[in-house]
Structure formats: structure tokens, C-alpha cells
């Protein structure tokens, strides 16, 4: 038999799919893009229309004078020039500003503290764990309830004092226009560790413990050690507690409201607390809502701002 006369093995058939037998045109598959997008649409017109349509509405607001029933009149920046030139406004802005910072700052510093502390080989860790984070969780109109008994003249706080030989430090904590506010931080710092702690001891899960220990071989401290190998390692969870820290930060509402009021005297009083004040009890709802967008706008600002101070090198 010659070579020609060899049987060749046949090419296997492609098997070819009809339209009818499930073959997609490209018009189909278009159509089909364009159908997984459907299921999204319910939820996105929900979002435009709650969050972005309400906030343009309630922003438009802050530039008239309305009071909540009837018509307005559009009145420009006044409403803005009345809040600067008003004394008690400046002094909620100040309030807003010291009481966002310093809770940013100790809230921090002590929930990198305890996650450092928690982070190593603890019996009790799993417990202690819990109840740092516990006051995250509870409600913070109940907890500020709590801590105004506390704080009262007869509370346990100066009942404390005075059991210990401290009565001159005995005071009435929330009704001094001195202590107030530093009163309502200590409770805002409280209840804010526990958050930050717990984002700190996901930053130190990341931190590989072979750098620590070969830092340590080479005769690094425990300072330098937390100084030059976790601090820059924690970045990433730095710039998420900070960030997270500040919007919240300069919207405390609950705890004043239900320790002080805003008082005595406006030494309590925020810009959030002047919005409900304005626009909810004086029916002011213009210059409740020319407040409103001014605290939107502090936060964006310091938003940004934290977020360049905090971000890691660009990459080359």
C-alpha cells in the first residue's frame, strides 16, 4: 500500500449551534449586559432620591427663610452672614472643632494603647476584648443618661472624691460651664475606644512579627520597636480610625443631648446641636438649614485634609 493510499483521520466536526439552539446574537448578549444592571435600578433611584435629591433640597434651603409652613423668600448668604456674626454660633463652631479633635486624638491614642496590650498572649484577652468594645455597641442616649447620674453633685463620682479626701475637686460637673464639655469628651472618648481599638487590632494581625523580632535582635527597644516598625505598619488603619474618628467627631449629638442640652450657659453647644435647636424647637428651618450645610462642608474639608495627612507614599 502506498503512501498515498493511507487513511488520513478525518478533521473532528465542530459542532454548530443554531440561533434556535441557544446561540447568542450580539444584539442578545448587549441586551443581556444591559439586563444585569436591572436588578440595581430599584435601589439606585432609592439612594438618588433619599440621600442625594434630599440633601440638594435640604442644601437649597439654607439660602431662604423659611420657617417650616408657608412660602419663603430666597434670601442669599444671609442666612451665612448671621451665623458669623453671631457670638453663640462661633462658640459652637469652637465647641464642634475641640470636641472632634481631642476625642479624634484620645480616642486614638488610647485605642492603639489597648490593641498593642491585647494583641499578645493573654488568657483574659478574649474577655478584655469584649467589654473594651462593649460601650461601641450600646446605645449612646442610654450611656449618656447613665454618666449624667454620674456626674450629678450627689453621683457617685463626687461621692468618691469625697471618700477619698478630695473635696475640693468636688464640683457640679455638667452645670460648670468650665468642666462641661471636658465631661461630655471624657463619654465621647469612652465609648469611641473601643472602636478604634478594634481597628488597630486589625492593622497589628498585618504586622509581620519576623520584622519585630529581628528589630529586637538588633537592640531596639519596646519604643523604638512601636516607633519604627508598628506606627508605619498601622498607616492604613491610622487613616481609617482618624477619618472614621472626625466625621463622627464633629457630629456628637446624642451625648450632649442628653448630658447637658448644649448648656449651661451654650458651653456645650455644637453646630449640630444648634441645627436641632434652630430648626426643630424655633422652627427656623433656613438657618437650620444654612447650619446643616456649613458642618457638611467642615467635614468634607477635614475629610480630605486627613486623608492626605494620613495616605502612604505614592508609588514610583
Do not use: C
Amino acid at each position: 500500500m502506498t503512501t498515498s493510499q493511507l487513511p488520513t483521520e478525518a478533521p473532528a466536526a465542530v459542532p454548530r449551534r443554531r440561533n434556535g439552539g441557544g446561540e447568542r446574537t450580539p444584539r442578545a448578549n448587549s441586551l443581556l449586559k444591559l439586563g444585569q444592571w436591572w436588578w440595581a435600578v430599584p435601589g439606585i433611584l432609592m439612594v438618588v432620591a433619599v440621600h442625594y435629591a434630599a440633601t440638594a433640597v435640604g442644601a437649597s434651603m439654607a439660602f431662604t427663610n423659611w420657617t417650616g409652613i408657608g412660602s419663603f423668600e430666597w434670601i442669599g448668604l444671609r442666612n451665612f452672614q448671621r451665623i458669623f456674626s453671631d457670638p453663640t454660633k462661633l462658640l459652637a463652631l469652637r465647641n464642634t472643632l475641640v470636641l472632634a479633635f481631642a476625642s479624634v486624638l484620645l480616642s486614638n491614642l488610647a485605642g492603639m494603647v489597648l490593641a498593642m496590650g491585647l494583641n499578645r498572649i493573654l488568657k483574659t484577652r478574649f474577655i478584655l476584648r469584649t467589654l473594651f468594645f462593649m460601650p461601641v455597641v450600646l446605645s449612646p442616649l442610654a450611656t449618656s443618661y447613665i454618666w449624667k447620674f454620674i456626674f450629678q453633685l450627689d453621683g457617685p463620682l463626687n461621692s468618691i472624691l469625697e471618700a477619698i479626701g478630695l473635696d475640693s475637686l468636688v464640683r457640679p460637673w455638667l452645670a460648670d460651664p468650665t468642666w462641661a464639655l471636658w465631661a461630655v469628651l471624657l463619654v465621647v472618648v469612652w465609648q469611641n475606644t473601643g472602636f478604634a481599638m478594634v481597628i488597630y487590632m486589625s492593622g497589628l494581625a498585618a504586622v509581620p512579627v519576623e520584622v519585630e523580632e529581628a528589630a529586637a535582635i538588633d537592640g531596639a527597644n519596646m519604643l523604638q520597636r512601636i516607633w519604627h516598625v508598628t506606627i508605619p505598619a498601622l498607616r492604613p488603619a491610622i487613616a481609617i480610625a482618624t477619618t472614621l474618628g472626625i466625621v463622627n467627631g464633629l457630629r456628637i449629638f446624642d451625648q450632649i443631648l442628653a448630658l447637658t442640652g448644649g448648656g449651661p450657659a451654650n458651653a456645650t453647644s455644637t453646630l449640630a446641636t444648634e441645627v436641632y435647636k434652630q430648626a426643630f424647637t424655633l422652627g427656623n428651618f433656613g438657618y437650620g438649614a444654612a447650619l446643616a450645610l456649613l458642618l457638611t462642608l467642615i467635614i468634607l474639608v477635614f475629610a480630605v485634609i486627613q486623608q492626605r495627612l494620613t495616605q502612604g507614599p505614592s508609588e514610583t
